[in-house]
């Protein structure tokens, strides 16, 4: 476990959290409410963050990846009222999802410390960079700026309606368990590790069955 500012990253939880409850819980069940709305939102918000995916693919040589998501892009922005709704996924079309976190790992970055990142969440040293690196590298910054503030709300309102989506896991997470630090930050790692591939036998892996954090 690589946790070495603990205290720091507890108070920036603690932060968190507070935000949670009085701001992304409550307009994040308003959504829920009107589950059509936070769909098409969803959709909306991951159809942009394809020409992200997309440069992240042939960054890391995975061209087929690539094309899949170029296609996918396309089909959902022309045929999916500019991705409000996911034509792609009832075609079949695989989705490949991706950010320059995973471009860093593929090139042997390490992942570095753990981090809670203010309004943000958990991270790590190495995905804190790579989504700095995702906001400059995202086709998406050449548009005009008022269709480029346009996505950015979309984006982040398709986060909240995220929260909705998901509210029963990250309500059990931040308010059901024992401590919500080590719990946010086991199911982080657990996640992000399995999702780039990593196994017990690259040491960084993090077993559900075992307390990592018991002295």
């Excluded at 829920?32 to 992200?52: H, I, M, Q, S, Y």
């Excluded at 992240?56 to 959902?76: I, T």
């Excluded at 999802?97 to 040293?125: M, N, Q, R």
């Excluded at 780039?196 to 069955?209: A, H, I, K, M, N």
Aim: hydrophobic letters at 40%; aromatic letters at 8%.
């Amino acid at each position: 476990m690589n946790d070495p500012i603990e205290p720091f990253n507890r108070k920036v939880h603690a932060f968190n959290k507070a935000v949670d409850q009085a701001v992304l819980r409550p307009v994040a069940s308003s959504l829920a409410g009107t589950g059509e709305v936070g769909e098409r939102l969803g959709d909306f918000t991951d159809n942009l963050g394809k020409p992200a995916d997309i440069v992240n693919n042939v960054l890391q040589l995975r061209l087929v990846k690539a094309s899949e998501n170029l296609l996918r892009f396309g089909m959902n922005t022309v045929f999916g009222v500019g991705g409000l709704f996911d034509v792609a996924s009832a075609a079949g079309m695989p989705e490949n999802d991706t950010d320059f976190g995973e471009t860093l790992h593929i090139w042997g970055v390490k992942e570095g410390a753990y981090l809670e990142v203010p309004f943000i969440g958990p991270s790590t040293e190495r995905d804190l960079a790579g989504a700095v690196v995702d906001i400059l590298i995202d086709p998406l910054n050449q548009l005009p700026r008022k269709e480029r503030l346009a996505a950015t709300g979309a984006k982040v309102a398709g986060k909240i309606a995220d929260r909705g989506r998901y509210s029963d896991l990250i309500d059990s997470v931040l308010y059901e368990s024992a401590d919500s630090y080590a719990q946010a930050r086991l199911l982080y790692l657990q996640n992000r590790r399995f999702e780039l591939g990593q196994t017990s036998d690259e040491g960084s892996f993090v077993d559900p069955y075992e307390d990592p954090y018991a002295e």
